[in-house]
C-alpha cells in the first residue's frame, strides 16, 4: 500500500508547513564555551565563540539569542504571565516576585563581536537582539564571540539550583543561545516557562567547578581518565580545588548539564552500543529503582528503535534533577523519589522526546501537539509493553482528558502559540492528549500496522 503512505505523509506534510519535495534548509551553529561555576553563590561566567553558517537563502542583518535565565526575576514576563493565566499553572511552585537578589536569575552579555568587530546589541529581558557589523549572506558563516555571567536562580521551573530532592545544579537553557531562523524567519520568542526550539549544531563545552561535584552532560566526556567519578576506572586526578571538564557533543540543538556532590553514576549498555548513563543521589530510599530502571530503559530504547527510527547518538543519559521531567538533547533530567512505575513512565516519555524532539525537532511553540502528543502516545504504548500492562486500549486516558477538554469550552485551536493559551489547563491537554488522540484516531482510520509505517516514513524523511 506505497500509495496510502505517500498519501499520508503529503497529509502530514501539511501539518508541517513543508511539502517534501520542496527544498529543505537549516541554519547551522558550533559553539565553543569555556566556563566556570562557583557552588558557593551559584553564579558562573564564560567565554563563547560561535561560528553561524546563514543556509537560509536570506540575507541577515540581525541576529536574537536566548538568555532564559532573565525570566527568573520579580517583574519579568515570566512572573506576570504565571500571574495572569485564567488557571493556575501548579508547575510553578515559587512565587517569581518574592525571589531576593541572590535567589533570582540572570544572565548578562558582554564583550560581543562579529568577526572581531563590536557589536551593538538590545536585551529585553530573555532575548537579546544584535545588529551583524556585516550582513551575512546567504551560504556564509561568521564567528560571533562574547563573554557571560549568570547566576542560576532557585528551581522553579526545569533549571535551577538545590532541587526538592537536593540536586545542587539543574542547568538547563543556561548559555546565551542563538536563536532559530527558519521559513518563519526569526523565532525569537520570550521564554515564559513553555517549550524550546533551537538551531542544530556541534557543542564543545568545558565545565570548570569544585572537584567535589560530579557532572552529567549532553555530550561525550573527553578526559574521562583526568575527572573519574565513572567515566574511567580512575580515580580522577583533581587533588585540591577545582576539576574542569569537557564535553563535545555533535548534531544537537541544545546542551544541558548537572552536577551534585553526591550523584551515584551508573553505565549501562543499551541497544546497539549505545551506553546509558544513570545519575542519580546516593540515597537508600532510590537506589534499588535506579538500578531497576537501567534495564528497562534499554528495552525502551529498543522499542523506540523499531517503532519510530534508531537513535543515532552513541550516548543518553538520565539524571536526576530539575522538576518533573524534561527532555535534552542526549539526556534527560527527571526527579527521582518516585514509586518504579512512574520512574519508568517518566523516563519513557523523556526518552520518546529524543525523538521527536531533538530528531525531527518540531518547533513546540508553534506545534508543541507534534512532539508532546507523539512523544505521549509512543510512550504510552512502550509503557504498556515493558511494563506488560496489556491493556487493550492503552492511550485511553488521553482520549478521556480531551473529552474532558472538548465538553470544558475552553479548548482553543491546535495551533496555538503554546505560550499564549488562556488557560494552563487548555495548553497542557492539547499538547498532550489531543496529540496523542490525533495519532490513536489516524491509527483507527488505517489501521495499526498503516500508522506504524507512516511514523517510520516520517522519521526517515523529515
Ligand atoms: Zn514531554
Given at each position: 500500500m506505497k500509495n496510502?503512505?505517500?498519501?499520508?505523509?503529503?497529509?502530514?506534510?501539511?501539518?508541517?508547513?513543508?511539502?517534501?519535495?520542496?527544498?529543505?534548509?537549516?541554519?547551522?551553529?558550533?559553539?565553543?564555551?569555556?566556563?566556570?561555576?562557583?557552588?558557593e553563590t551559584f553564579q558562573y561566567s564564560g567565554d563563547q565563540e560561535l561560528v553561524y553558517t546563514n543556509n537560509s537563502p536570506d540575507v541577515l542583518k540581525r541576529?536574537?539569542?536566548?538568555?532564559?535565565?532573565?525570566?527568573?526575576?520579580?517583574g519579568s514576563e515570566m512572573a506576570v504571565r504565571v500571574k495572569t493565566g485564567k488557571d493556575k499553572n501548579t508547575r510553578f511552585k515559587i512565587e517569581i516576585?518574592?525571589?531576593?537578589?541572590?535567589?533570582?536569575?540572570?544572565?548578562?552579555?558582554?564583550?560581543?563581536?562579529?568577526?572581531?568587530?563590536?557589536?551593538?546589541?538590545?536585551?529585553?529581558?530573555?532575548?537579546l537582539e544584535v545588529d551583524l557589523a556585516n550582513p551575512l549572506l546567504p551560504g556564509e558563516s561568521t564567528v560571533l564571540t562574547l563573554n557571560f555571567n549568570g547566576q542560576v536562580p532557585l528551581l522553579i521551573r526545569r533549571s535551577g539550583r538545590n532541587s526538592k530532592e537536593g540536586v545542587a545544579l539543574s542547568m538547563a537553557q543556561w548559555y546565551p543561545k542563538m536563536a532559530e531562523y527558519d521559513y518563519d524567519g526569526w523565532?525569537?520568542?520570550?521564554?515564559?516557562?513553555?517549550?524550546?526550539?533551537?538551531v542544530w549544531g556541534d557543542f564543545d563545552v568545558t565545565l570548570k567547578l569544585d572537584k567535589k561535584y560530579v557532572v552529567a552532560a549532553s555530550g561525550y566526556i573527553q578526559n574521562p581518565k583526568k575527572v573519574g567519578h565513572g567515566y574511567s576506572d580512575k580515580k580522577g586526578k583533581a587533588k585540591k580545588g577545582k576539576l574542569t571538564w569537557h564535553f563535545v557533543a555533535p548534531n544537537v540543538h541544545d546542551f544541558t548539564w548537572s552536577a551534585d556532590p553526591d550523584y551515584i553514576h551508573d553505565i549501562y549498555a543499551g541497544p546497539n552500543n549505545v551506553v546509558l548513563h544513570f545519575f542519580y543521589k546516593?540515597?537508600?530510599?532510590?537506589?534499588?529503582?535506579?538500578?531497576?530502571?537501567?534495564p528497562k530503559t534499554a528495552e525502551l530504547m529498543s522499542f523506540y528503535n523499531q517503532a519510530v527510527g534508531e537513535y543515532p547518538y552513541n550516548q543518553y543519559t538520565v539524571a536526576q534533577g530539575g522538576d518533573g521531567g524534561m527532555e535534552y538533547a542526549m539526556m534527560t533530567l527527571i526527579t527521582g523519589e518516585r514509586t518504579f512505575g512512574s520512574l519508568v513512565g517518566v523516563t519513557a516519555h523523556e526518552l520518546a522526546h529524543s525523538w521527536f524532539q531533538h530528531i525531527l525537532a518540531t518547533n513546540e511553540m508553534k506545534h508543541e501537539w507534534m512532539d508532546?502528543?507523539?512523544?505521549?502516545y509512543i510512550s504510552t504504548m512502550a509503557v504498556d509493553k515493558i511494563l506488560e500492562k496489556q491493556k487493550t486500549f492503552p492511550?485511553?486516558?488521553?482520549?478521556?482528558?480531551?473529552?474532558?477538554?472538548?465538553?470544558?469550552?475552553?479548548?482553543?485551536?491546535?495551533?496555538?502559540?503554546?505560550?499564549?493559551?488562556?488557560?494552563n489547563m487548555a495548553y497542557e491537554i492539547t499538547a498532550y492528549n489531543k496529540g496523542a488522540v490525533?495519532?490513536?484516531q489516524l491509527g483507527y482510520i488505517i489501521g495499526a500496522d498503516k500508522l506504524t509505517t507512516t511514523l517510520k516514513e516520517y522519521y526517515n524523511e523529515f
Open positions: 496510502l503512505t505517500s498519501l499520508l505523509c503529503g497529509l502530514l506534510a501539511l501539518f508541517f508547513n513543508v511539502s517534501f519535495g520542496q527544498t529543505y534548509w537549516q541554519q547551522a551553529v558550533k559553539y565553543k564555551m569555556n566556563v566556570e561555576m562557583d557552588v541576529v536574537f539569542y536566548h538568555l532564559y535565565f532573565n525570566a527568573f526575576q520579580p516576585d518574592s525571589l531576593k537578589t541572590d535567589e533570582k536569575g540572570f544572565l548578562l552579555v558582554s564583550n560581543l563581536k562579529q568577526d572581531g568587530v563590536f557589536l551593538k546589541s538590545k536585551m529585553s529581558e530573555t532575548i523565532n525569537a520568542e520570550p521564554y515564559l516557562g513553555r517549550e524550546f526550539h533551537g546516593n540515597n537508600p530510599k532510590i537506589i534499588d529503582g535506579w538500578k531497576r530502571l537501567q508532546e502528543g507523539f512523544t505521549t492511550i485511553e486516558s488521553s482520549y478521556r482528558g480531551y473529552l474532558y477538554l472538548a465538553q470544558s469550552g475552553l479548548e482553543q485551536p491546535q495551533q496555538t502559540n503554546a505560550n499564549r493559551y488562556e488557560h490525533f495519532l490513536g
